[in-house]
């Protein structure tokens, strides 16, 4: 075998083996030495040993449901204006916002490198809490939580625009 061959083989891109060959490749499942039969491959016995099946958690239960179902009304919130110079003053968003109120926060003041840092802080509450977040103006970007219902000249008249 030359050592191109063997390299292939190594890798996997010899030739196709054809597991037809195989000497057990058609036996049935038998009993085994105890006397029992084995169980078929992929059978699920979770049925049988629980008795019945998944059912939905009711909307009236409490817990998450009932979280779901307020967040679902629209309501109006108060908006927060933030005006923060670093990142270490990015909680000064997340606070008011996961209160439920819209911020809108101005990052005019800072470095690019610390905006694009608190940028994606600020998407990132809106993706965990389900919110939004728009562009207001130039480097102002307001968040908005599920639910609310804030309009976009209330928005710009929060952040001076």
Request: aromatic content about 12%.
């Amino acid at each position: 075998m030359s050592s191109l061959n063997k390299f292939k083989e190594y890798f996997g891109l010899g030739p196709i083996a054809d597991d037809m060959d195989d000497a057990y490749y058609g036996d049935e499942a038998g009993y085994q030495e105890r006397g029992y039969a084995e169980r078929p491959y992929g059978e699920d016995r979770y049925s049988e040993r629980y008795g019945r099946r998944y059912e939905e958690p009711s909307r009236e239960s409490e817990g998450y449901y009932e979280r779901d179902r307020d967040r679902d009304r629209s309501y109006a919130c108060a908006i927060v204006p933030v005006e923060i110079s670093s990142y270490t003053e990015a909680a000064r968003i997340g606070e008011p916002f996961r209160d439920g109120d819209a911020v809108v926060f101005d990052i005019s003041r800072m470095n690019s490198e610390d905006a694009h840092r608190v940028v994606d802080f600020a998407a990132g509450l809106g993706f965990a809490l389900r919110g939004t977040m728009k562009k207001v103006a130039p480097r102002v970007f307001a968040l908005i939580p599920d639910g609310a219902h804030v309009s976009t000249t209330q928005l710009e008249r929060t952040a001076r625009v």
